[in-house]
C-alpha cells in the first residue's frame, strides 16, 4: 500500500525567507501523482501544486516550487519569500490509482 | 460558479443519533470521495465513488455508509455515531482519470459526538 511520510510537525519561519517542507512516498507502481495543499485555520483544503511521476522537470506554481527526487521518492515543497499568509498546514499527497493518501500535515508558522 | 458543498457545516450531536452529511458537486464530476481529518494523521479516505451507483471503501469504513443515486450528490450516513467519529469530514470531487487531475474540496463538516 502507497505511503506518505511527512517527518516535520511543525515549522518556523522568518517572513521572506524560503523554507522546505519535507515528504516521502512509496508506492511500487511506476505512474503516480504528487499533490500539495494548503489548510489555513479556516479548514478549507487548497491546492497548491503538482508533479506528475514522468515529469522531467520539477513543478513550480509562483512562489511554490516542488523538489521531485524520484530516485529518493521524496516529493518535498519549497516556497520562497514567506510571507505571513503563508502559516498554515500543509499536506502532501499522492495518487497512483483512484485513491489519493495524504501525509500527517506540516504546520508553518511563518514570523514577521 | 464551480464548487464542492457539503451539509451541514458544523454538528453537535449525541452517541447512536444517525446523522447525514449531504454532499453536492456542480461539476459533472464522476469521481467523488470522503475523508476524515484527524489531528496527527493527515486526511484518510472513508469511502469512494467512480460513478453513479458505484461505491467502494477507503481505508477507514467501519461506521460510515454512503450511495450514490445521482452524479451530483454523494451523502456520507452514520447509523449510530460513536465518540470516536468525531472529526472533520471533507467531500471531493474531480473530473477524469488523469493522475494529475484537480481535486475539488469541500468546505468541511466538522462533526462533535457525545
Known amino acids: 500500500a502507497q505511503k506518505i511520510t511527512q517527518t516535520q510537525p511543525g515549522m518556523f519561519v522568518q517572513e521572506k525567507e524560503a523554507v522546505t517542507l519535507d515528504c516521502t512516498y512509496d508506492?511500487?507502481?511506476?505512474?503516480?501523482?504528487l499533490f500539495w495543499y494548503k489548510q489555513p485555520s479556516s479548514g478549507e483544503m487548497i491546492f497548491l501544486i503538482y508533479?506528475?511521476?514522468?515529469?522531467?522537470q520539477n513543478a513550480t506554481e509562483g512562489r511554490y516550487s516542488l523538489n521531485f527526487q524520484k530516485a529518493r521518492k521524496s516529493a518535498n515543497l519549497v516556497i520562497s519569500a514567506s510571507q505571513l499568509g503563508d502559516s498554515a498546514m500543509y499536506f502532501c499527497?499522492?495518487?497512483?490509482?483512484?485513491?489519493?493518501?495524504f501525509g500527517a500535515g506540516t504546520r508553518l508558522t511563518v514570523k514577521p | 460558479e464551480a464548487q464542492v458543498t457539503q451539509n451541514p457545516r458544523y454538528l453537535i450531536t449525541v452517541t447512536g443519533k444517525k446523522l447525514t452529511v449531504t454532499c453536492s458537486q456542480n461539476m459533472n464530476h464522476e469521481y467523488m470521495s470522503w475523508y476524515r481529518q484527524d489531528p496527527g494523521l493527515g486526511l484518510r479516505q472513508i469511502y469512494y465513488s467512480m460513478n453513479v451507483e458505484v461505491t467502494d471503501k477507503g481505508d477507514v469504513p467501519e461506521g460510515y455508509k454512503v450511495s450514490r443515486k445521482e452524479k451530483r450528490n454523494f451523502p456520507l450516513i452514520l447509523e449510530s455515531p460513536s465518540p470516536n467519529q468525531t472529526s472533520l469530514y471533507f467531500c471531493?470531487?474531480?473530473?477524469?482519470?488523469?493522475?494529475?487531475?484537480?481535486?475539488?474540496f469541500g468546505p468541511g463538516t466538522r462533526l462533535l459526538v457525545l
Open positions: 471531493a470531487s474531480r473530473g477524469g482519470v488523469w493522475l494529475g487531475e484537480t481535486q475539488y
Open positions: 508533479q506528475g511521476s514522468y515529469d522531467q
Open positions: 499527497a499522492m495518487r497512483d490509482g483512484n485513491d489519493m493518501r
Open positions: 508506492t511500487s507502481d511506476p505512474s503516480y501523482g
